[in-house]
């Protein structure tokens, strides 16, 4: 199974960059299938990974940033892959 781990955060004013840079920076104490970064408006970031494990298996996740990088706490969602069309 293909377990997806979605990670969003938006960053404080003006700061959308630098909260990508660090986003990209963070290791994963482990090697998913795939990993991609998104932004999008607002200072918005999303990093996506893909693990090949049960969909409640424990996974490693980016951590929260400090709090001066966001303007609110990071969002999180896991989804079970069906894969594609």
């Known amino acids: 199974m293909t377990v997806t781990l ?3 955060a938006r960053a404080a004013e003006g700061r959308g960059e630098e909260l ?3 986003a990209r920076e ?3 104490p482990g090697q ?3 990993r991609e970064a998104f ?10 990974t893909w693990w090949d494990a ?3 298996a424990e996974l490693p996740e980016l951590p929260e940033p400090a709090g001066e990088l966001v303007m609110r706490a ?3 969602w896991r989804f079970e892959s069906l894969g594609t069309d």
């Open 32 to 34: 998913p299938l795939r």
């Open 74 to 76: 990071v969002h999180r």
């Open 6 to 8: 979605m990670w969003e």
């Open 39 to 48: 932004r999008a408006p607002q200072d918005r970031v999303l990093v996506i």
């Open 54 to 56: 049960a969909y409640d």
């Open 26 to 28: 963070q290791e994963l």
């Open 20 to 22: 990508l840079a660090w």
